[in-house]
């Protein structure tokens, strides 16, 4: 669904990622894991139009998407939910849902999308006439995520829904994710979680100053002596 060949991005003549390439299958859920600064959420915006790359290509159902500007990559089926949620704080939860429907016309259908998204996250329905500010943290990811099913992606892409959130809070987020992924929303995850994403992933990507130092099933990579001394501590 999504081919990554040796893409390179810098900011300004900072190189960030240099020769990243991935394979995400259709139906997959991919993490892509590695430390603060390795490069991950450069990679992630690549992918959603938001970095240009300066060297490769990103494919989407076999053509080129890498030309396009974000907005033109949406109705492809992209969507992103950037690190740090990038809620409007001020606006009512439903408001910021309606906002993951920019590229969507029909009103009825947004409403249908909603109510499924709502089905997911069952507490947003007590939350809909809230400002999206004065939410918790796991709430405000959960918004967040919904608010990227609004555009109805077949590729989500999330990074760090993790962060900031209260650990008893991150097994539902991730649990909420294998259930999207089980409605045939393909995910690419990009996490410092290491072990969280391992445990939900079919496949992985390790990413190390901007390169890839390893690559393989999740389960291949919960075995490898690099994630489990880097990543996992044992
Ligand atoms: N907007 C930016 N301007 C300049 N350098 C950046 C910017 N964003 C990220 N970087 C740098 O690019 C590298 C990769 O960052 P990032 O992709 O955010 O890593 P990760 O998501 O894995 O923590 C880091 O060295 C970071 O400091
Ligand atoms: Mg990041």
Do not use: C
């Not at 060949?5 to 991919?30: C, F, K, M, Q, W």
């Not at 909603?114 to 006439?129: D, G, H, K, N, S």
């Not at 990074?159 to 999207?180: C, N, R, Y």
């Amino acid at each position: 669904m999504l081919r990554v060949r040796e893409i390179a991005v810098s900011y300004g003549r900072v190189p960030a990622v240099h020769d990243v390439g991935l394979t995400l299958e259709s139906g997959a859920i991919h993490a892509v894991v590695g430390a603060n600064g390795a490069g991950k959420s450069t990679l992630l915006r690549a992918v959603a139009g938001l970095n240009r790359i300066a060297r490769g290509a990103i494919e989407l159902d076999g053509r080129p998407i890498h030309g396009l500007p974000a907005h033109a990559r949406v109705p492809l089926g992209l969507s992103l939910v950037p690190e740090g949620r990038h809620l409007f704080p001020r606006l009512t939860v439903e408001r910021n849902l309606q906002l993951g429907a920019f590229t969507r016309r029909d009103a009825a259908e947004v409403a249908e999308t909603m109510a499924q998204v709502v089905e997911i996250f069952p507490i947003l329905e007590q939350r809909r006439t809230q400002l999206a500010g004065t939410l918790s943290g796991g709430e405000q990811q959960m918004v967040a995520i919904a608010r990227g099913l609004m555009s109805r992606p077949r590729l989500l892409l999330l990074d760090e829904p993790s962060w900031g959130i209260a650990p008893m809070l991150v097994a539902k987020i991730f649990e909420t994710i294998q259930q999207i992924n089980a409605r045939g929303v393909s995910i690419l995850l990009v996490e410092q979680n290491v072990k969280r994403a391992l445990s939900i992933a079919h496949r992985a990507t390790v990413i190390q100053t901007g390169r890839v130092v390893a690559e393989g099933t999740a389960a291949e990579l919960l075995q490898s002596d690099l994630v489990r001394q880097a990543y996992l501590g044992m």
